[in-house]
């Protein structure tokens, strides 16, 4: 068996103007540094009383995210860009606004038909999962009876928590990812069991409500 905790990074300047930013190496803001630093300090409180390795995108926000991690545990940051954002393509460092009046029909396919989206430049959704899944089950492999962080990116996230539950592409934007969001699971000879999706208990100032969703 192998427990994997599945953790996306903190909130990014682009974050909070709606920049897409798929594989720009943007950095924590103020307040995605402080989540990282509230994730490490009540980590044990809420998700696992130890870890045997920490794994991280190579992208400096999912990266910093995970070191702030690794420190408390004293624990180097094992790098695999397999685990980067979605490519985004020309939509890189634009606005959804931009991106609404730029390329609208692409636009309507990422959240109704994501499996069907392709963008000038960019990857597709399928991919992508392709690439994550390829590195969590080698993670898997190497990590029998530990417990493993996994940093990464909130588009990501969302495929490879669709291929654990065997949920469609089409549907991943139904799995919601709040900045350090936290989600745990259990392998069993290939099998998984999501124990927890999206859990934020760590960010203690922010009340979860559905006017957010």
């Known amino acids: ?8 990074h903190g909130q990014t ?6 920049k897409f930013q798929g594989q ?11 989540q990282a630093e509230l994730l490490a300090e009540h980590f044990e409180e809420f998700y696992a009383n130890h870890i045997d390795a920490i794994y991280s995108s190579d992208l400096k926000r999912a990266r910093d995210t995970a070191e702030t991690l690794g420190r408390k545990y004293s624990m180097e940051v094992q790098l695999d860009s ?5 490519h985004f393509g020309k939509w890189e460092g634009e606005s ?27 990857e597709t959704f399928e991919q992508v999962q392709i690439r994550a899944m ?18 990464a990116h909130g588009a990501i996230l969302r495929t490879i928590i669709g291929a654990m539950l065997d949920v469609p592409l089409r549907c991943i934007w139904k799995i919601r990812q709040d900045n350090t969001a936290v989600n745990l699971a259990r392998v069993d000879d290939g099998n998984f069991m999501l124990a927890l999706i999206n859990g934020t208990a760590h960010l203690k100032s922010s009340a979860f409500s559905f006017d957010t969703l």
């Open 13 to 18: 300047e682009w974050n909070i103007i709606g």
């Open 82 to 86: 397999r685990l980067r954002e979605v």
């Open 96 to 122: 959804i606004s931009e991106i609404k009046k730029s390329d609208p029909k692409n636009f309507s396919r990422l959240f109704t038909s994501p499996d069907l989206l392709k963008i000038d430049g960019g």
């Open 134 to 151: 390829e590195s969590i089950r080698e993670i898997i492999d190497k990590n029998s009876n530990r417990t493993v962080v996994v940093a």
């Open 1 to 8: 068996m192998t427990r994997l905790i599945l953790i996306r």
């Open 24 to 34: 720009s190496d943007t950095e924590l803001s103020s307040e995605g540094i402080r």
